[in-house]
Structures are given as structure tokens and as C-alpha cells.
């Protein structure tokens, strides 16, 4: 399934985009309820999900807070216009999402009870974020980082990181990048995402060096007492 995390914060779960499959994946993992959305870009693969939090937004009778950058935010009022300006022929409770947006700079911020460090990536020629929990990072989606976002990759346990395929791409990491990436960080662990139907997964994780594994749908990663999954 498309990239996402889903944190389980000491103050409610939130999500890290909201893929395509987002509604079976929180069935899978028997979500009961997301309170906040955080995106690192608006491409349909990161967004086409947000609708499925819907729910979540009349359970609490209040509007679900999404995080994003400027540039995201346009994309999601204009892919989600009826959220926002009341479009369409239903009325009744809980058929419109209540949303509510709220910006993203270069400051850490805090969400549910944990501190989101924001890490501006390139995705070819767009700007995106990835962020940092604690000493946890997840960066998917990114063919560059700016020599200003290096030292928020310092003392790292774990590193998510794109890795689509062997072959170079215009807009990912490829797979000897990304092993470049961990190189110069050296995270105790690294889990690459956002691969390709290319990587074969047993014959690829066998190839790559101890403390590198290809990322799978479930996988949990201890942050703090909570989880990354």
C-alpha cells in the first residue's frame, strides 16, 4: 500500500499523510479514532485519503486539525473544496468533514503530547517536509537534501527514508542514494519506503549492508512509549 505512518501519541493518534488506501489500512490496524493529520507534500498518493478521516471529525463533534506547508494547503482546499466552503446537496451531520488547516513553518511544533520537527526536503523540483519525533525521522518522497536540513538527521535510532527502485528517478531517491544518505547519517537503523514493485523484498533486504531493511505495511517502530507503525 501508498506511504504513511500512523503515531500513537500520548494524547491521541495522529497520521503522517493520508494515503489512497488510508480507510483499510486503519481497519487493518484497528484504529478507533485519529485526531490530527500531519502532510509532508499534497501529491495524490500522500492525500486522496483525507476524506476517510471524516468519521473521526464527528465522533469528537470538532474539526480535525491538518498540518502542511503552504503549498500543500492550496492543494488540499482545492482537491477538498466541499470540506471548506460547504459545497454540495448534503447537509446532514457528519456528511462534510470538518477540517481545520493550520500552517507549517520551519519550527518544531507540538502535537497529542510529542514535539514534530519539520525537515524541508526536495521531491525533484517541489519542496517538501519531513519530520523528526524524537530521534525518529521519516523522510519519503525526497531526490535531495538541503545542506541545511543535515544536522536534523544528527543521532538518529532510526531513519525512514525513499528508496524507490535501482534505477535513478528525476523526483526519489534511488537505492544506492538512499545507501549514500545512511552512510553520512549513520542512524542505528534504517528502513527504506515508498519502493518499488522492482525491489524484489527478500533477494533486495539480502543485499543490504546490517541495519538497512526494506520498510513492509505494519511495520511498528518503537518511539518513546508509543509507536510508529
Not at 52 to 77: K, Q
Not at 132 to 141: E, S, Y
Request: charged fraction near 20%.
Amino acid at each position: 500500500m501508498r506511504s504513511g505512518v500512523l503515531v500513537r501519541a500520548p494524547e491521541g493518534d495522529f497520521v503522517i499523510d493520508t494515503s489512497p488506501e488510508l480507510r483499510v489500512q486503519l481497519l487493518r490496524e484497528q484504529v478507533a479514532c485519529v485526531h490530527a493529520a500531519v502532510f509532508t507534500h499534497g501529491h495524490a498518493d500522500h492525500l486522496f485519503g483525507l476524506d476517510d478521516l471524516r468519521l473521526f471529525g464527528y465522533y469528537l463533534s470538532r474539526a480535525i486539525p491538518l498540518y502542511a506547508d503552504e503549498i500543500t494547503e492550496v492543494r488540499i482546499r482545492q482537491s477538498f473544496d466541499y470540506a471548506f466552503e460547504n459545497k454540495g446537496p448534503n447537509n446532514h451531520p457528519g456528511a462534510t468533514p470538518q477540517f481545520e488547516m493550520r500552517p507549517i513553518g520551519r519550527d518544531s511544533f507540538d502535537l497529542l503530547g510529542l514535539t514534530l520537527t519539520p525537515i524541508p526536503l526536495w521531491h525533484g523540483q517541489l519542496p517538501v517536509l519531513g519530520f523528526r519525533l524524537g530521534n525518529v525521522a521519516f523522510c519519503t518522497d525526497v531526490s535531495r537534501i538541503p545542506e541545511e536540513s543535515w544536522p536534523l538527521l544528527e543521532g538518529l535510532d532510526v531513519l525512514i527514508l525513499d528508496a524507490l527502485r535501482e534505477k535513478p528517478h528525476p523526483t526519489h531517491f534511488s537505492l544506492s542514494q538512499a545507501l549514500e544518505v545512511v552512510s553520512r547519517v549513520r542512524p542505528k537503523q534504517a528502513w527504506f519506503t515508498h519502493i518499488s514493485h522492482t525491489l524484489e523484498y527478500e533477494a533486495t533486504n539480502k543485499l543490504l549492508p546490517a541495519g538497512v531493511e526494506l520498510a513492509y505495511d505494519g511495520l511498528r517502530i518503537p518511539l518513546s512509549t508509543t509507536d510508529l507503525d
